[in-house]
């Protein structure tokens, strides 16, 4: 069965880091562009990261710019999240994605409608 499991969420304080990780099973990520997503604050899903399986082009939201960072380790089958200097506003369940056939940017841009989804994880930034 193919799926994704996210890990290293937590609790942190602001200016704080946490790296996520997005492990693949059932499936090879190689031939898929690779994303992390989140609902914060009751908002709808939103692109935070995302990175091209053609040539590992990134995308950021504007409001991560500078302070996360995403890469793919395709002998690991795995996505991460490096995410520093982490502000309360950032507090939310963030998900990895997988979609083929699509930029890094029309990855983030559209939040829904990917080929596999990971089950989400918590992340709570909080003096």
């Known amino acids: 069965q193919a799926q994704f499991v996210e890990s290293g969420g937590g609790e942190v304080e602001p200016g704080g880091s946490l790296r996520l990780s997005c492990a693949a099973s059932g499936f090879s990520i190689d031939l898929y562009s690779l994303g992390w997503f989140r609902h914060t604050g009751g908002r709808e899903r939103e692109g935070v990261s995302c990175?091209?399986?053609?040539?590992?082009?990134?995308y950021y939201a504007d409001s991560v710019k500078g302070r996360f960072t995403i890469s793919r380790d395709n002998a690991q089958n795995t996505v991460y999240l490096q995410m520093n200097n982490l502000k309360p506003e950032d507090t939310g369940v963030y998900y990895c994605?997988?979609?083929?056939?699509?930029?890094?940017?029309?990855?983030?841009?559209?939040?829904?409608?990917?080929?596999?989804w990971g089950k989400g994880i918590l992340v709570t930034v909080s003096s």
């Open positions: 994605g997988a979609e083929d056939l699509v930029t890094e940017e029309a990855m983030c841009v559209r939040a829904g409608g990917k080929d596999y």
């Open positions: 990175i091209s399986h053609v040539d590992d082009d990134t």
